[in-house]
């Protein structure tokens, strides 16, 4: 397709200005938004992203593909209530006070505003109503949902986010969802009228996603590999990975299958002491956040790739980044029976039944002792991925919202 520039499309002589906000990971290693700011760039707006620092993105202020990215300061990596507030309240501050700076310097038209939390509305708020600028909502969690799968109840803080998730819908010009589930809650719960809700997927960009030569070291000696990537948090069900690979070295007796587990986050510390106490250390590598080489290094040598997911609403309802990748490259996936991570992966993935870890265990081990299947399951998911499902068919969907956006 021909792709009309922000400033075609609106007639103007400067092409419109983009501010993307986004609090949980450093860009350019947030996948989603990394892709969504160079589509924007590429479209003739130019682009500038305020995001938190972090391992590998440690430069308060640098410039890539002529996307200028401001990183903030984080002190603190949340673990518990009261430290989510003290996280979230210090990168509202910071965001506020970058979003200034970039406001009096090469300014904005429209502030792209990604969750989580659900507070930066209230920057969006500010300069949309008092200078008139564009306020768009990038959904990317369930926050409601979030808190009921970290904490295990409702309550009042859960009444509290449910009214900050409606105070950024009705902030909002327009929402983007990253999947249909997610459209509805902003239709439903957010009460936007449905013409004003994209659904943009998180497919994966199919020129960052490379398949390397493997490299035999990552499987630690034995015959075979397993490989996960992504946050280690609670609801990532990393803990239930670790039940799962005990069935298989203790009751299936396989001491042939290497683990590795690519990913930071605030659960990564108790959950190697977790391995440590459980024995499973030898068959366990934990890497800590990578690089793109060591990431699609690990997982072009994996011989099958793991979504442990903890199910529960939030995951349920969601698109997850790793799948896709996965089917980028041709893996074969094992992932718990949660509606979102079916429809995403259809046959390139087995399903574990519902926290069963003993039965995730045996689906991985159904597909190491089958490499033809695996071959199957791998070629489906690649060409599932590239004929639907990669960032390239998502791109003009994007786009197509900024245009009904400005006009």
Known sequence: MTMVT???????????????????????????VWAEAQSLRTAGYEVSVICPRGPFAERSFEVIDGIEIHRHPLPIQAKGKLAYFAEYSSALMWEFIYSLKVFMGPGFDAIHACNPPDLIFLIGAFYKYLFGKKFVFDHHDLNPELFEAKFGHRGLIWKVLVLLERMTFKVADISIATNLSYARVAVQRGKMTSDRVFVVRSGPNLARVRELAPDTTWRNGRSHLVAYVGVIGQQEGIDLLLEAIRHITTTRQRTDVQFVVMGAGPSLDMLKKASDQMRLSEFVTFTGRVDDTTLFEVLSTADVCVNPDRPNTMNDMSTMNKIMEYMALGKPIVQFDLAEGRVSAGLASLYARITDTADFGDRVLELIDDPVRCREMGMYGRKRVRDELSWEHEEPKLIAAYEALFN
Not at 6 to 32: H, K, M
Request: charged share 30%.
């Open 6 to 32: 922000a400033a075609e499309a609106t007639g103007s002589i400067r092409p419109r200005r983009i501010l993307i906000i986004v609090e949980n990971l450093p860009v350019p290693f947030d996948r989603r």
